[in-house]
């Protein structure tokens, strides 16, 4: 079994022979880790940190991730992504994450060439290699490294050496963008990206840490820890919580008996669905 330090120094080897870098920047686990491994082990003037700011992207997101940069002392550039105007990606079918990241990818590599970056780097962990990430493909199409993937770096681990270098994120919930929350074949647009942005924040402000307000159109559908499932359906929270969801536009509020689960809305892919965009 190799060692978690054996894994850290192959990281560190992966980011010399790449020289200076871009990194894909979205204030999460995976990204702020690498953003610390890359300042650490090139220097911050060889690191540059480029969060794609779009509709969904959440704003205590994005305010996070400038905060982890500035702990880290990287140098931050913001690139606005427009990807809700590409019908591929609007239609929101299989290969969602694919447009998404094919458009903030496409971006970067013209950021790293036009500054003077040898390339282009990712969070993507190796427990990634194993999951249904359409975006990974997108990062072989651009040529885009995944320096966390090639050191063999699971979840767990990353976290851990969070914790040993004191980062905030070392154990944030996940917090994958606002998209992933829009059931496949609806549309997304910025308008429902902002229903569930603001349903968030308000489950938030109740106290919830890790949860999701699934968008199935005129249904918002909360998954939240089975150990939290009491707390947002005994009075008075439940009440606030149907109020506040239909404010913004829902019809109906239901919560999801089977609680939270990161990439619930994969459940509805067919194995064939998933093979085809990976």
Known sequence: MVKLEDKYESLQQILRDLG?????????VDSTYLLKAAVDTLGAHNVL???GVSASLARSQYDQAIKGAEIIGAEVMETQV??????SYAANKADRCFHCKSHLYGILVKIAKDKGYDGVVCGSNFDDKDDFRPGNRAAKVFGVHC??????LSKPEIRQLSKQVDLPTAEMPASP??????IYGLEVTEQRLGQIEDAEDF??????VE?????HDIVARIEVNPQDIEKVTAEPIRSQIVEKLKSLGFKFVTVDLQGFRSGALNESLSEEEKQKNI
């Open 20 to 28: 200076k870098v871009v990194v894909a920047y979205s204030g999460g």
């Open 49 to 51: 940190a480029c969060i």
């Open 82 to 87: 427009d990807e809700v105007a590409d019908s």
């Open 147 to 152: 320096p966390l993937m090639d050191a063999k």
């Open 177 to 182: 963008c606002l998209a992933s929350r829009v």
């Open 203 to 208: 489950l938030r402000s109740l106290g919830l």
């Open 211 to 215: 949860f999701r307000v699934r968008h």
